[in-house]
Structure formats: structure tokens, C-alpha cells
């Protein structure tokens, strides 16, 4: 593992002491996570009383899990406190969602944005939000909307592909003439 601020070097370090090995490992690179994250912006929310009752859960389970077996690790308690900062977005929102939907609209390169919500464990996580840039830079719009634009673009050009030409009867060479 290199660690270090940025721009102190760290990706020429690694080719210089993996040299050929470097091939056969893992690069976990927060540049490349950010370029294929800002291309679809994935924002995934629930409300603070299911995200304590999950976190609760995963702890538990996990403890249980780590004194039954011996190489179990035991779980990630995530204190209450910062559980609810999380959640002191404007109108109860998370944070995470203000600024997913902040960087969506912000950054040309998201040519993506979704928002998946799960409201109640008994509920299925739903897809809220769905917009695309139909090119960089330009506006963020709904995918139904892009997706009616295509179908119509479609239909518009296979209707002109089949209109008779000049001369031609709309029914075929030679009939009704």
C-alpha cells in the first residue's frame, strides 16, 4: 500500500517498485474511481431511522459472527452522532444526497445521475431519479424524456426512409397510375 498527499509521486513509485510485477496486482486509485463515478453519479438513500436500525444490524451481526468463529473481525459500529450529522442536510436530506445532486449538476462530466431510495425495510429500494446529459455540458434531463426523444427520432426516420419518392405512388411502382 503507498500512501502519501497528493502529487507527492506515489503512481511513479509504484511502477518503479512493482517494475514488471505490476500487471499481477490490484490498483485501487482514487483517481479511477472518480472518473468512472462522476460519469454515472450513483446516490443511494434511505431515512436516518433505517440507517440506524442497518447499522445496529450489520455491528451485531458481525460481533455474533466474530465469537463464533475465530478469524471473524467482529463489526464496524458507526456511533450514533455521526449517523445523524449525516442526515443534517436542508429538509431532512443527507448530506451524501446534497452533494451528489450539487456535483450532478455542477460537473459537465456527469453524464449520469441517479437516486435510489429505500423508505422502510418492508419496502424495495425504488429508482427516484434518472437523468442524463444528452451531451457534455449541456443540461441534465429526465431519462424518459431522452429515451421518448429516441424513440421519435427513430420513428421520424423510418417514416422518411419509407415515403414514396418523386414520382413514386405511395402504394408502389405502377399502382394506382
Known sequence: MLA???????STVLTEVLGEDAPGW???DADEFK???LREAIDVEVPFELSAARI???????YEDALEHADGLGGRWVPS?????????AHGRSRPEESAARLAQTC????RYRVFRTLTPETDRVLEVDLWRIQRGGGLVD??????????????ERTRT?????????RGPGVGQ
Open 26 to 28: 490490484v490498483r485501487v
Open 56 to 62: 445496529a444490524s450489520r455491528w451485531r451481526e458481525s
Open 162 to 170: 419509407n415515403r414514396p419518392g418523386p414520382g413514386r405512388s405511395p
Open 4 to 10: 502519501g498527499p497528493p502529487g507527492a509521486g506515489k
Open 108 to 111: 459537465p462530466a456527469v453524464m
Open 143 to 156: 431519462h424518459k424524456l431522452v429515451e421518448t426523444m429516441r424513440t421519435a427520432r427513430a420513428g421520424t
Open 35 to 37: 472518473r468512472a463515478l
Open 81 to 89: 452522532e455521526y449517523a445523524r450529522e449525516v442526515f443534517a442536510g
